[in-house]
């Protein structure tokens, strides 16, 4: 006789499992799914923005605090400063709208967080999905200033999608190498493009 309550009780059990599995696992969903939609959001607001008047080039993008291409910003970064602004997230993007009759250059300096308890990183930066340049940065070279091209290939319609990639973002509060708490990629301090190949 006690055998049935028993198992319906294995049974309620099991069922209130399998309801909290699936309630995690389409909170997972959307939280991922809705990430991605904000991120997406960003980007086609500053797509938007970044297009809305043809550019004309050398573009020499004021990506500081204040400056007046901060609107081009896709998702990925810090508030700017006074110099320029700091990656936040693995992927920070940037939207430009450009000529697309032959190829640029890209004229940047950027710098990384880089410490003796986080001595490498690895930063690639990406046009419309392709690398266009990729570099090791640590301590002693851990910053870079260099003109890089830009093919025609990768323009499309002139609508180019700007990716700096980071393999390892962290905040120097938790390397112990400063107070600051914020994650931080590369900092970004000159971003031009031109006409003509990188020399």
């Known amino acids: 006789m006690s055998a049935v309550p028993a198992l319906r009780r294995w049974l309620l059990l099991a069922l209130l499992v399998a309801i ?3 309630y995690l696992a389409a909170f997972a969903f959307f939280v991922e ?3 991605d939609f904000v991120e997406r959001q ?3 607001r500053a797509a ?3 297009c809305a008047q043809p550019a004309s080039l050398p573009l020499q993008l004021a990506l500081r605090e204040g400056g007046a291409d901060l609107a081009r910003l896709g998702s990925g970064w810090h508030a700017p400063e006074a110099g320029g602004i700091w990656t936040r997230d693995e992927d920070a ?3 430009v709208c450009v000529p697309a009759e032959s190829d640029l250059t890209i004229d940047l300096a950027l710098r990384s967080f880089v410490a003796r308890r986080h001595p490498q990183v690895t930063v690639e930066l990406l046009a419309n999905g392709t690398s266009l340049a ?7 070279h851990d910053h870079v200033a260099e003109r890089v091209r830009l093919p025609r290939a990768v323009l499309g319609d002139g609508r180019v999608k700007l990716t700096f990639r980071v393999d390892s973002p962290a905040s120097p509060l938790s390397k112990r190498a ?3 708490m914020r ?3 590369v900092f970004v301090s000159r971003l031009a493009i031109e006409s003509g190949d990188a020399s």
């Open 20 to 22: 909290g599995c699936g």
């Open 33 to 35: 799914r809705s990430e």
């Open 42 to 44: 960003i980007d086609e």
């Open 48 to 50: 938007r923005q970044a």
């Open 93 to 95: 993007s940037l939207i």
């Open 134 to 140: 990729r570099w090791e940065m640590h301590p002693g």
């Open 178 to 180: 400063g107070p600051d």
């Open 183 to 185: 994650r931080l990629g």
